[in-house]
């Protein structure tokens, strides 16, 4: 069992910077593959990206260049660095967990419960 707590949301401007943390339980977390999804009013959930328990990130083409993941295995968190925050970036942004790498970007077996991003213009 995997147990995921985000933080760090809150409202920015467009152009600014947001750092997002989810702190995993379980003593497994080195060898569990780390997601981030979003999902804006009446959008369905969306894929952001993902790192793999070897430390591979990868990203939706819609925040390349912008957003990075990174993990601390010491700290059992992963975080989402958001650059150049865009409104349509506006969002409650999930965080993911599974141990397949097919799974993570796609159908998780584990989430949080959210935290709201929210850009301003």
């Known amino acids: 069992q995997v147990q995921l707590v985000e933080s760090g949301g809150g409202l920015a401007q467009a152009g600014g910077s947001l750092r997002l943390s989810c702190a995993a339980s379980g003593r497994t977390f080195s060898s569990y593959n780390m997601g981030w999804f979003r999902q804006a009013p009446g959008k369905a959930r969306e894929f952001v990206g993902a790192i793999m328990w070897i430390g591979r990130p990868y990203y939706a083409d819609s925040v390349k260049g912008r957003f990075t993941i990174s993990r601390d295995s010491a700290k059992n968190t992963v975080y989402l660095q958001m650059n150049s925050l865009k409104p349509e970036d506006t969002a409650v942004y999930y965080c993911?967990?599974?141990?397949?790498?097919?799974?993570?970007?796609?159908?998780?077996?584990?989430w949080g419960q959210g935290t709201q991003v929210t850009i301003s213009s």
């Open positions: 993911a967990a599974d141990a397949s790498i097919a799974a993570v970007t796609t159908s998780p077996e584990y």
